[in-house]
């Protein structure tokens, strides 16, 4: 029998998942609505695992509380729930120590594997998870690649052009090609170094010595 212990400030909520969980091995052995309440009642009841929301609209949130438990209780198994579930947010919970992040939304066919696997201490990844955190370890070892791995030499130079402040028409009639060209380029160094923003290939740029902060206008 696995014991849950639930953190969450909706009693609605937890309501929710203990009766979806009730036919399984499952049992919830408590739910703290309060924050400040969560660690004192976690050693009190002493969980195979604690599903915690990371927002309980205080000044404290889910992560804090993690990073304290495990002060507490190295071994502790701490499933991290929030409705927003941008990159950062699941990175910064596996990065604190948490064995999953799920979101609010997730399903009973979701919430179970996952209990049972933190349960015995190993890490959970839900697929849409695990794509998003090989996404951001990708994007990190582009950005930390020569330039001259990534790039073209073509498109090295149109790059410092673009966040030396070159406009689009500018870049074209320096190099004698289409504005149509230039845009075509612009967009292929975006999608290599996997930026949006013009202003990230400034900054990119400054980083790897492509330009220096008294070339941006």
């Given at each position: 029998?696995?014991?849950?212990?639930?953190?969450?400030?909706?009693?609605?909520?937890?309501?929710?998942?203990?009766?979806?969980?009730?036919?399984?091995?499952?049992?919830?052995?408590?739910?703290?609505?309060?924050?400040?309440?969560?660690?004192?009642?976690?050693?009190a009841l002493r969980p195979d695992v604690l599903l915690c929301d990371i927002m309980f609209g205080e000044d404290k949130t889910g992560l804090d509380v993690l990073q304290e438990l495990l002060?507490?209780?190295?071994?502790?198994?701490?499933?991290?729930?929030?409705?927003?579930?941008?990159?950062?947010m699941i990175k910064q919970s596996y990065r604190l120590g948490a064995k999953a992040f799920l979101s609010k939304d997730v399903t009973r066919d979701g919430l179970i594997p996952a209990i049972?696997?933190?349960?015995?201490?190993?890490?959970?990844?839900?697929?849409?998870?695990?794509?998003?955190?090989?996404?951001?370890?990708?994007?990190?070892?582009?950005?930390?690649?020569?330039?001259?791995?990534?790039?073209?030499?073509?498109?090295?130079?149109?790059?410092?052009?673009?966040?030396?402040?070159?406009?689009?028409?500018?870049?074209?009639?320096?190099?004698?090609?289409?504005?149509?060209?230039?845009?075509?380029?612009?967009?292929?160094?975006?999608?290599?170094?996997?930026?949006?923003?013009?202003?990230?290939?400034?900054?990119?740029?400054?980083?790897?010595?492509?330009?220096?902060?008294?070339?941006?206008?």
């Open positions: 029998m696995i014991k849950l212990l639930i953190a969450d400030d909706h009693p609605f909520y937890a309501q929710g998942v203990q009766l979806s969980l009730s036919d399984t091995d499952i049992t919830v052995i408590g739910h703290i609505t309060k924050i400040d309440e969560i660690i004192e009642s976690y050693i002060k507490k209780e190295p071994g502790a198994n701490v499933i991290l729930l929030s409705q927003y579930d941008q990159d950062n049972e696997t933190v349960a015995r201490g190993e890490l959970y990844f839900t697929p849409e998870n695990a794509l998003k955190l090989a996404k951001m370890t990708f994007d990190r070892a582009v950005d930390e690649r020569p330039l001259e791995e990534v790039l073209t030499s073509k498109e090295i130079e149109v790059m410092t052009l673009l966040s030396d402040g070159y406009t689009e028409k500018e870049i074209a009639t320096k190099f004698d090609v289409s504005v149509k060209t230039v845009g075509n380029t612009k967009a292929a160094i975006k999608e290599k170094l996997k930026v949006e923003r013009t202003s990230s290939l400034t900054k990119l740029a400054l980083k790897h010595g492509l330009i220096n902060m008294d070339d941006v206008n």
